[in-house]
């Protein structure tokens, strides 16, 4: 006896419809939590940044406008680095971190004692370690 016999018509088209729309529904939940996060290649979103660090570090509204504008400006000399070395990943690594310690020198000027503080705790345990090498 064949086991589509048994199955009313349709049941194998209803259910491959079902887990098509599920793992469509999957991969937009993951899209969607990853936007302003940074994916890989794409650059976080200044204002989301602003907002995530004014939470978490009590920026007042004077603090949030430097903060942004730095991040803002931060924001174009990546993509120009980007543009600038294309896929040359090593020489781009460089360059952002350069930059990346540039920007922070900056936000440090804008922060508090404390607010400057935590922020380099929090740099620190989210920096990952030197390639070849452990963090100490």
Do not use: C
Not at 18 to 34: E, V
Not at 54 to 72: K, M, N, R, T, Y
């Amino acid at each position: 006896m064949d086991v589509r016999e048994k199955r009313p018509h349709g049941t194998w088209r209803n259910t491959i419809f079902i887990a098509s729309l599920l793992a469509l529904a999957t991969a937009a939940a993951g899209m969607a939590g990853a936007q302003g996060r940074g994916l890989r290649g794409a650059p976080p979103d200044p204002t989301d940044q602003v907002e995530r660090m004014a939470e978490h570090l009590g920026l007042s509204d004077e603090q949030q406008q430097g903060v942004q504008a730095i991040l803002e400006e931060q924001s174009v000399e990546q993509e120009q680095v980007r543009e600038q070395y294309g896929e040359d990943r090593e020489a781009a690594r460089s360059e952002m971190e350069a930059l990346r310690e540039e920007t922070d020198a900056r936000l440090l000027e804008v922060l508090t004692d404390e607010q400057a503080e935590t922020f380099q705790e929090t740099r620190d345990r989210r920096s990952p370690p030197p390639r070849g090498g452990r963090r100490e």
